[in-house]
């Protein structure tokens, strides 16, 4: 009998709804279709200088509670509407998680948190979820982790970041040149630009590459490139890089490359020396490099939620806590509010008078 050469490690495989029945089972309606259009639009606007407001990704690191995620969206709305002169503001819903060895990747991965991975469950719940903050009024944005997703999801997204781990890797380039909406690409995790660097002029090419059609075929997938790549700067090595002159050898990086001076700032990770309770002070350092004359900084990033801090997942999920992150540690929301009113408040009079 021929001995099996063959998915040896491989212990099944399940076929999962293809990307079109999805949309089909969960259309896009015109209320959600207008936000995603407006937030697009929007972001790319303040990357070319014709919007003078600023952006920020704010949220949960990752969405573990749909009914959370919610309830932090409604008290964004409404926060939104006090600061949509000066801050322009973008729900983080992070649905997968990149791991270093092993642990939760997230909803989409594992929806029920108990190592079942019912992907097509997260999948349905994943784009519920954005269809729902879509119809709200909320742009959304998330990370492009896995490369067949998006052909589930991106549809509703606003913004999209590409992480440290994954700036370096060519799928992640050649994925993000067909994007529909900007892509922050953050710097390598020692803190480097040149990955980024690199990423963001192979962003900006036509790429032709593997991946899966509407029908969830495999297909070549050609792309026309991406124009509204931009560095995310989120510290490495445990030091940080959003100081003046970090920012300012950024904007020098950036011109010798001939890319545009588009900055954002991640005000978590290495800059926060992964304390959440940090966070405020590197926002309020990014506001008076802006009050200063900074010309280059478009953007930042807030990881949020509820209440404070984070927790590990128990076996009994009824003693996780409300509101409170199962991955990176969050500011919570009175932090939050804050936060966000000072800056509305020392920058609503300066930005309309930037350059």
């Given at each position: 009998m021929p001995t099996k050469i063959n998915n040896l490690n491989v212990e099944s495989q399940e076929v999962l709804i293809?990307?079109?029945?999805?949309h089909k089972e969960m259309p896009l309606t015109l209320a959600a279709r207008h936000t995603v259009e407006t937030g697009r639009e929007t972001i790319r606007n303040i990357l070319d200088r014709k919007d003078h407001r600023i952006f920020v990704v704010i949220g949960p690191c990752s969405i573990h509670d749909v009914d959370a995620a919610l309830d932090y969206a409604k008290r964004l709305k409404r926060l939104s509407e006090q600061v949509s002169d000066t801050v322009y503001l973008v729900m983080r819903v992070y649905f997968e998680k990149p791991r270093t060895t092993v642990g939760w990747k997230g909803l989409i991965n594992d929806p029920y948190m108990d190592d079942s991975f019912k992907i097509q469950d997260g999948l349905h719940i994943g784009r519920k979820l954005l269809l729902d903050l879509a119809e709200m009024g909320i742009p959304t944005s998330t990370e492009a982790l896995d490369p067949i997703s998006p052909q589930y999801l991106q549809d509703l997204i606003s913004w999209s970041a590409i992480g440290a781990r994954t700036t370096e890797s060519q799928t992640h380039r050649e994925m993000a040149s067909g994007l529909s909406c900007a892509v922050g690409f953050k710097n390598g995790t020692d803190g480097g630009l040149?990955?980024?660097?690199?990423?963001?002029?192979s962003v900006s090419s036509p790429?032709?590459?593997?991946?899966?059609n509407g029908e969830g075929q495999v297909s070549i997938i050609k792309t026309k490139g991406n124009g509204y790549g931009h560095v995310v700067l989120r510290g490495g090595n445990g030091k940080p890089n959003y100081d003046s002159v970090s920012i300012a050898q950024c904007e020098?990086?950036?011109d010798k490359a001939k890319l545009a001076p588009n900055i954002m700032v991640d005000c978590s990770?290495?800059?926060?020396n992964k304390d959440a309770s940090l966070q405020p002070l590197v926002a309020a350092n990014v506001v008076n490099q802006i009050l200063e004359g900074n010309q280059s900084i478009v953007g930042?990033?807030?990881?949020?939620?509820?209440?404070?801090?984070?927790?590990?997942?128990?076996?009994?999920?009824?003693?996780?806590?409300y509101g409170v992150s199962v991955t990176d540690a969050c500011i919570d929301w009175q932090t939050t509010e804050k936060m966000i009113l000072d800056m509305h408040d020392k920058l609503k009079d300066i930005l309309p008078n930037r350059n």
């Open positions: 293809t990307p079109s029945d999805l040149d990955v980024a660097v690199n990423a963001l002029k790429h032709s590459f593997l991946g899966i020098a990086t950036l990770h290495a800059n926060s930042l990033m807030i990881e949020s939620h509820i209440n404070f801090g984070n927790q590990n997942i128990p076996s009994d999920l009824s003693q996780l806590k």
